[in-house]
């Protein structure tokens, strides 16, 4: 099995070296980028498996470079924001970002995020092994990792799969707030609520006819979501 590729893309060329330095020390392999325009060449090029991704960059910040990405990629984008900006982290989420990581960080935090990221992104092979899962007009194939709504291909990111997968394995059942955020991002986390927040809306708007009145993806106000159940035939 081939090591996982890293992007790193921030133009403090000493962060780079540590972070590359350590992510090598983990067998992982590393390539870097120093701006935006760079980091955007180096995604299509390199084909990486996770990009770690500073916000603060002059010219083409994070932020664009994150929206640039989405357009054409679902890799998973781990950010890395100043430690007292929750802003960045939240419209960092709403652009799509996985995951974040706040500077000044320590190197043990960063490895436990691009492993956490990484484990989301691989899939799961008990997952693979289920039967596809029918409701309305809402499909599921397991096996070939394929979404159809209303006849239609939805596509979704890793961490929206792993989500989406977890509530439709639980349909009919409240899944609590601490249980998704440990079953899909990992035992690291259990507080992130605001995670949770932005990527039910990410699906909802995806897959629900009207995001503001889901039908499939309910709200177990201040406990959890649910997963419409299939009426029995």
């Known amino acids: 099995m081939r090591p996982a590729k890293i992007l790193v893309v921030d133009d403090e060329p000493h962060l780079v070296k540590l972070v590359r330095t350590n992510l090598e020390a983990q067998h992982y392999k590393v390539v870097s980028a120093m701006d935006g325009p760079s980091g955007l060449a180096a995604v ?19 932020f664009d470079v994150l929206q640039k990405i989405r357009e054409f990629s679902t890799i998973p ?6 430690k007292d900006q929750d802003v960045d982290v939240v419209k960092g989420l709403h652009l799509g970002a996985d995951d974040y990581v706040r500077k000044p960080f320590s190197v043990h935090e960063l490895l436990a995020r691009v492993e956490a990221v990484l484990r989301r992104a691989a899939p799961s092979e008990d997952v693979q092994a289920r039967p596809p899962f029918k409701c309305d ?7 070939q990792r394929h979404i159809t709504v209303r006849g239609k291909t939805i596509k979704v990111g890793p961490t929206e799969y792993k989500l989406l997968s977890q509530l439709v394995q639980n349909a009919g059942r409240v899944m609590l707030h601490a249980d998704l955020l440990r079953k899909v991002w990992g035992p690291e986390y259990g507080g992130e609520t605001e995670y949770l927040r932005v990527y039910i809306s990410y ?9 503001a009145h889901p039908k499939y993806i309910l709200t177990e106000h201040g406990v959890g979501y649910l997963f419409k159940r299939p009426e029995a035939t």
């Open 203 to 211: 699906l909802r708007n995806k897959i629900e006819e009207d995001p």
């Open 44 to 62: 299509e090029k390199e084909g990486p498996d996770l990009v770690v991704l500073d916000i603060m960059m002059p010219g083409m910040d994070g």
């Open 137 to 143: 007009d809402f499909e599921m194939d397991f096996q």
């Open 77 to 82: 984008v781990i950010m890395l924001t100043a």
